[in-house]
């Protein structure tokens, strides 16, 4: 296992709280709130996205703050972090660490490199959404701090799960010398008990917990099916 950052203070839950512009929950307070139970609840740190939710749950609990901006660039699939416009933003609000996307499409390795850098001028930390082993390899050596599994099954040459990627816990907890975060279709308490027994040394869970309408979705689609 690697050696585990001095940012969290223990191994544990990350909680995602986020709401895009088209969701009933986003604005106001709401993702703030959400932030504020998760601590209680006992969550070790925060994953956000947006200079506005990165400022307000900063305001609102003192857990370490993972922030990421959703920009979406015509042409391009890069969504998470694409620029350095957003890495600034993100810093400027208060993130302890910087969240983007480090996959191998469109050239993207061979630029987050200075992405990178401007994370750790100002202090901050870098987790790396991968895909794969080899992208998660890629971005320890260019010095992530942290490597998650957030982007596998979002690339199409990634493994398509309906559950985590157990298989890509165990090899990059194996072999890099990085913390890795579980991150992905962890629908369950279990879900995120078998991402620990694969290795992660942290796990994010976002839309099981903070997004009512994909749960609900869960279930009237269960129950539609019992029922015909």
């Given at each position: 296992?690697?050696?585990?950052?001095?940012?969290?203070?223990?191994?544990?839950?990350?909680?995602?709280?986020?709401?895009?512009?088209?969701?009933?929950?986003?604005?106001?307070?709401?993702?703030?709130?959400?932030?504020?139970?998760?601590?209680?609840?006992?969550?070790?740190?925060?994953?956000?996205?947006?200079?506005?939710?990165?400022?307000?749950?900063?305001?609102?609990?003192?857990?370490?703050?993972?922030?990421?901006?959703?920009?979406?660039?015509?042409?391009?699939?890069?969504?998470?972090?694409?620029?350095?416009?957003?890495?600034?933003?993100?810093?400027?609000?208060?993130?302890?660490?910087?969240?983007?996307?480090?996959?191998?499409?469109?050239?993207?390795?061979?630029?987050?490199?200075?992405?990178?850098?401007?994370?750790?001028?100002?202090?901050?930390?870098?987790?790396a959404d991968v895909s794969t082993y080899e992208e998660g390899a890629?971005?320890?050596?260019?010095?992530?701090?942290?490597?998650?599994?957030?982007?596998?099954?979002?690339?199409?040459?990634?493994?398509?799960?309906?559950?985590?990627?157990?298989?890509?816990?165990?090899?990059?907890?194996?072999?890099?010398?990085?913390?890795?975060?579980?991150?992905?279709?962890?629908?369950?308490?279990?879900?995120?008990?078998?991402?620990?027994?694969?290795?992660?040394?942290?796990?994010?869970?976002?839309?099981?917990?903070?997004?009512?309408?994909?749960?609900?979705?869960?279930?009237?689609?269960?129950?539609?099916?019992?029922?015909?």
């Amino acid at each position: 296992m690697a050696n585990l950052s001095p940012i969290f203070r223990r191994r544990g839950l990350i909680v995602s709280a986020q709401a895009l512009e088209d969701e009933p929950l986003h604005g106001g307070d709401t993702m703030a709130k959400m932030a504020q139970a998760a601590k209680a609840a006992g969550a070790i740190g925060i994953r956000t996205n947006g200079v506005y939710d990165i400022r307000a749950i900063k305001a609102a609990v003192d857990l370490p703050v993972i922030g990421l901006i959703k920009r979406v660039i015509p042409g391009s699939d890069i969504f998470i972090t694409p620029t350095a416009e957003e890495v600034s933003a993100i810093l400027d609000a208060g993130a302890e660490i910087v969240a983007m996307d480090v996959t191998n499409r469109e050239g993207r390795l061979d630029a987050v490199a200075e992405l990178f850098a401007l994370v750790h001028e100002q202090g901050a930390a870098v987790m790396a959404d991968v895909s794969t082993y080899e992208e998660g390899a890629a971005a320890a050596k260019l010095g992530a701090d942290f490597v998650g599994t957030t982007l596998s099954g979002y690339t199409s040459y990634s493994e398509q799960l309906e559950g985590p990627d157990l298989n890509l816990l165990r090899r990059l907890s194996g072999e890099l010398n990085i913390p890795v975060i579980a991150e992905g279709r962890i629908w369950t308490p279990e879900d995120a008990v078998a991402a620990l027994d694969a290795g992660a040394d942290y796990v994010v869970v976002g839309s099981a917990i903070t997004r009512p309408q994909l749960i609900t979705a869960r279930y009237v689609k269960a129950i539609r099916q019992k029922l015909g």
